[in-house]
């Protein structure tokens, strides 16, 4: 039996976490001890504990925590955290991200961390067929806390969970009515958001039904509206280019003299409203049975805005062998004497940025809806197990349009039929701008089913305490498709073409855990699960996790697992689909920094395995009153990794000669591009290490509540496939800052506290420049305030000294990588609750 001191300094040693993590460890500490022999769950187990002691380690962040910082998305607390590395799509990826928001541990990649509700799958949602949860389906007012497991966990949880587990908590038990009003702006005056939630909960004599509301909208930033922004230089510009060459006043064709600024047409911040309703009950059945249930949806419209379209099409110069004469254009003297002529298939380029059309606006209109359902109840009293059985179902559905869209085929045929329109350097008509504009429209979705049933309890008693246990089974189905518009689908427009996806797989599964008791100090949990799919076949993995509490003040922990991560339905069943990503072609061709490549996707992948190991200490000191520290070591080895190769790495190297990536990529010795594919494969590898540093300290001084936190991640390395991204930085896979801290300072009395915090971004190098980027410390300031016992107020200030993202040479928007750095630059924000 463990005594009420020991249970919450092992509580408090659980939370130890980032700067806004450990303000409420003390409140749940004492709730502990109140409740001692209430069994909890922890994320990264299903065994039912009397303590939250595991050999995993485990941050937590609480809702109070989330308010204080000014947090209105998941996504933004979660990308706060310094364990959180590479690119993860949010609401400052303005291209090509279609309004999702992710989140990526240890920057392994955003389908390599199983994001989970209450401890069970959410479904992935986005556009149609997505690898990963969109964190914006679930509403920052609906959450208790955030548990983030920093471990691999697939012999616990199955596919996914490869770097970690996020276990988003929602609340529950809630008696009585709160209402929030939370907003922002930036001290640009734009950018402004607002939240509006309320949440309803009763207790009847046998449970408790809890509902909730909120409703958010996130107004957008343009680039042209920041003076860091550096001007765009695109070679597609409004007056149009034939064989490279621009028609200047004179009447001549020379040289493009200028490159176009499409910075001025696009977002820095994307616009997005989000519509959640939610509920949860508890409810107390005869025979000791408990029936519980949770329902999510959650509405978004979401809008992203880029420059007009940069068109291109091959067009057939008249007079050419085999070329049709009613299908080609005629080059005129001044053509010729500017260069203008006819490659070697009898073709010249023409490009315009399509002004005269509009901006590419692109919506979407997603759906989400997750519902799940759960009975619980004790087998027999003698024996004390516990069962568990449970479905949830989810579905998400969405429609997106891209407005002011181009059909190459019409373009070229419109030309073809009156070429002095296009080259005389007039505005379109709007008889031609009707002819080649369409709205572009596409629709999607996934599906999931899940049927699980879990036994728990304690085996028997060994002298140092009770050997406790988890088994279980799992069924799951997965589906998803996509369908592109039918212009894409036939390859007419002048974006990228697409293929459909459509398909599914399901799985069956089986997992035990045991927690074993060695000595009253030397605890082992071992976890094996095996997991059929009917697409790439089986799975095994297994876990050891051994815990040493080597003095009262001491306790040291370690963890060894496999893991894996099955391909999901786009990876199967994607087809072809293009991407313009930013490259730098060795050759020259290639004017533009946007190049398109071709994604191909394979119905005969395997599933990626991975090797995990952690190893790491909880000291607590007792000579120092309040103060707790954690530091681990950590590995990832992930081998047959599912991922897209490096492109720009490929074009390099078959520029110095290499032909076996000149092959792999569908390159011509000469720099061809015109096919440049990147092809999933089962060849990659990921292995990346590094350290953690945690530290919480609460006191009392000067007559005030102190609370001092700190979260340190130290990258070790970062390699992927053979290219070492440790301390690098790039537009296409992001950040990965050898050194991250979150530091807080909390002081308060009473009713009320006020709280410092600063976040640390440490130097990088462009991957493919070299050149190097600074370190960036943001500060944040904030306050909050205890009006009488039903109404709270906060307010506070993001990034106070108002710093720039660092430019970035291969970035991807605006100069730079907004998904790694602040762009939006000083925000403030503030807060109403009124409890009644």
Known sequence: MFKAKRIAWLVKSALIATGTTSASWQAIADDTQAKEVERIAVTGSRIQRQDMETASPVT???????????????????????????????????????????????????????????GRRMVNSGSGADSAVDLNTIPVAMIARVEILKDGASAVYGSDAIAGV??????????????????????????????????????????????????????????????????????????????????DENGDWVDRSYGYDYTQDSWLQTPSTKYSLFANMTQELDGDLQLTGDILYTKRKSEQMMAAQPASVMLNVCGQPGVDPTKCITLDQAMIDGGIAADDTGRVEYRRRT???????????????????????TMDINTGFNWDLSYTYGRNKAKTWVHNSINAKKMEQSIYADQDAWFGGDSLTPAIIDDISYLEQTDGGNEQHLVSGVINGELFDLSAGAVSFALGAEYRYDSGYYNPDPVIVAGEGTA?????????????????????????????????????YSTFGQATTWKVGLTYEASDDLMLRSVAATGFRAPNVSELYGGNTGSYDYL?????????????????????????????????????????????????????????????????????????????????????????????????????????????????????????????????????????????????????????????????????????????????????????????????????????????????????????????PQMIASGNEAGTVPEVYDTIGRQFYGGITVKF
């Open 496 to 532: 990228a073409q697409q293929d459909p996806t459509e398909g599914n797989y399901d799985v069956f599964s089986i997992y035990q855990e045991i927690s074993i008791p060695f000595t009253e100090k030397l605890t082992g949990e071992f976890a094996l699960r095996f997991d059929d």
């Open 166 to 247: 996020v276990n988003i908590i929602t609340k529950k038990d809630f008696e009585g009515f709160q209402f929030d009003v939370n907003g922002g702006v930036a001290g640009e005056g734009d950018g402004e958001n607002v939240e509006l939630s309320a949440l309803y909960g009763f207790n009847t004599d046998s449970g408790n039904y809890t509902f909730g509301v909120s409703y958010s909208d996130r107004g957008g930033v343009m680039q042209k509206d920041r003076d860091w922004v550096q001007k765009g230089g695109s070679s597609f510009i409004p007056e149009g280019t034939l064989g490279g060459k621009m028609l």
């Open 355 to 377: 002004n005269d059309v509009g901006n590419r606006i692109y919506e979407q209109d997603t759906d989400t809806l997750r519902a799940s359902v759960g009975l619980a109840g």
């Open 584 to 804: 730098d072609d060795p050759w020259g061709n290639e004017q533009d920094p946007q190049i398109l490549v071709n994604y191909t996707s394979d119905e005969n992948l395997q599933a990626e395995e991975s090797q995990s190991f952690t190893a790491g200490l909880v000291y607590s000191p007792s000579y120092i009153d309040g103060m707790s520290l954690t530091l681990d070591y950590w590995r990832f080895k992930i081998d047959n990794a599912i991922s897209r190769l490096d492109v720009q790495a490929g074009l390099n190297a078959c520029f110095a000669g290499d032909a076996s990536a000149c092959e792999t990529f569908n390159i011509t010795p000469q720099g061809d591009l015109s096919n440049l594919t990147n092809p999933l494969t089962n060849v990659g590898y990921q292995d990346t290490s590094g350290i953690d540093f945690n530290l919480a300290y609460n006191f009392e001084g000067l007559g005030l509540d102190w609370k001092v936190s700190n979260d340190t991640t130290y990258l070790v390395k970062f390699e992927q496939d053979g290219i070492d991204y440790t301390g690098t930085i790039g537009g296409m896979f992001g950040g990965y800052a050898k050194w991250k801290n979150s530091f807080s300072v909390q002081a308060g009395q009473g009713d009320w506290s006020i709280m410092y915090s600063n976040r640390l971004i440490g130097s990088m190098e462009d991957i493919n420049y070299g050149d190097k980027a600074d370190a960036v410390l943001y500060h944040n300031i904030s306050g909050m305030y205890h009006i009488n016992d039903s109404i709270s107020a906060t307010l506070g200030i993001k990034n106070l000294t108002n710093e720039d």
């Open 60 to 118: 937590v962040i609480d809702a109070s925590a989330i308010r204080a910082e000014g947090y209105t998305s998941v996504d933004q607390l979660l990308q706060a955290q310094p364990a959180m590395a590479g690119m993860a799509v949010g609401g400052t990826t303005n291209n090509g991200a279609d309004g999702v928001a992710q989140v990526d541990l240890r920057g392994m990649g955003a389908n390599r961390t199983l994001v989970l509700l209450n």
